[in-house]
């Protein structure tokens, strides 16, 4: 059983920071890339940020300047370092790996519960 715990969200002025973690625990072989997700009421989830094993990342291009994704090695956990929150960032945000549990098994996405994050005006 894989399980991704999120942590770090709350309630924040406009212009405020936050900082959200998210820890993979479980039987995990390998994780390719994780990243973060939001969604907002009414909204569709969208990708915010992602880094790869090897370091890649990519941002979501209302975020990008203001937030920074990052991990202290191949695996666990991941970090989302927010700045300059704005209220649209007013969302729950979702921690997302892209794991394999064995070697033989294919790839497989895996979703943490959700940490809300309120911004305020």
């Known amino acids: 059983q894989v399980q991704l715990v999120e942590s770090g969200g709350g309630l924040v002025q406009a212009g405020g920071s936050l900082r959200l973690s998210c820890a993979a625990s479980?039987?995990?072989?390998?994780?390719?890339?994780m990243g973060w997700y939001r969604q907002a009421p009414g909204k569709q989830r969208e990708l915010v940020a992602t880094?790869?094993?090897?370091?890649?990342?990519n941002y979501a291009d209302s975020v990008k300047g203001r937030f920074t994704i990052s991990r202290d090695n191949a695996k666990n956990p991941v970090y989302l370092q927010m700045n300059n929150l704005k209220p649209e960032d007013t969302a729950v945000y979702y921690c997302?790996?892209?794991?394999?549990?064995?070697?033989?098994?294919?790839?497989?996405?895996?979703w943490g519960q959700g940490t809300q994050v309120t911004v305020s005006s």
């Open positions: 880094i790869t094993s090897g370091g890649s990342t």
């Open positions: 479980g039987r995990i072989f390998s994780i390719n890339a």
């Open positions: 997302n790996a892209a794991l394999r549990r064995v070697p033989w098994e294919n790839q497989s996405d895996y």
